[in-house]
């Protein structure tokens, strides 16, 4: 039983109120939060799920935590294609941010110097407990990509920018099927 399910249940009991009327409650109380003040960037997220219904009607909440506050609301159920919406937003976001600064497809999005962007690595390396470097995810997500099925052209050009094909092939060659699947089963399991 999920935590935001145990509140709900609680607070029909205390102020003995329909669950309808609670998720109503709940749901415009969220909607009001994103309305009134503008996402800004959050510092740490969480993800969680509310019930809509009894049974299986969830919807995902994205919350700020930093700030205790919801930032997201949406999908039809705690689906992988629920949560690419939130992923999406995103993504539409960071494309409207770049065209409002105009930011060339040259330029860096988010200035940041190496040293700054090594520690904030090896800091969600040490969360998962793992030894992380910033070419280790380089790495891991040209080879995620390619075994999910992309086509090596794209990780190629696309998310590594190299120059030729044999690059890709001999840098996707140094890590085996066990070492991936490892990778991805800390970063993802």
């Known amino acids: 039983m999920s935590s935001s399910y145990q509140r709900g249940q609680d607070v029909t009991k205390e102020l003995k109120l329909d669950w309808h009327t609670v998720k109503a409650l709940d749901k415009g109380y969220m909607e009001e939060q994103l309305r009134r003040s503008p996402v800004a960037g959050p510092g740490v997220i969480g993800i969680d799920k509310i019930a809509l219904r009894k049974g299986h009607r969830d919807r995902i909440v994205v919350s700020d935590l930093g700030r205790g506050r919801p930032i997201w609301y949406g999908g039809e159920d705690w689906s992988e294609e629920s949560m690419d919406r939130f992923y999406r937003k995103i993504a539409d976001r960071l494309k409207e941010y770049i065209t409002r600064q105009g930011i060339g497809s040259d330029q860096r999005i988010f200035p940041i110097s190496y040293t700054a962007g090594r520690e904030v690595v090896n800091k969600a390396g040490k969360v998962v407990g793992i030894h992380l470097k910033p070419h280790d995810l380089r790495r891991h997500a040209a080879t995620y990509t390619s075994r999910s099925g992309v086509p090596i052209e794209i990780v190629s050009k696309v998310i590594l920018r190299h120059a030729n094909l044999s690059t890709t092939q001999r840098y996707l060659g140094t890590v ?14």
Not at 177 to 182: C, I, P, T, Y
Request: net charge negative; charged share 20%; proline share 0%.
């Open 176 to 189: 085996s099927d066990v070492q991936a699947m490892r990778w991805i089963d800390n970063l993802y399991g």
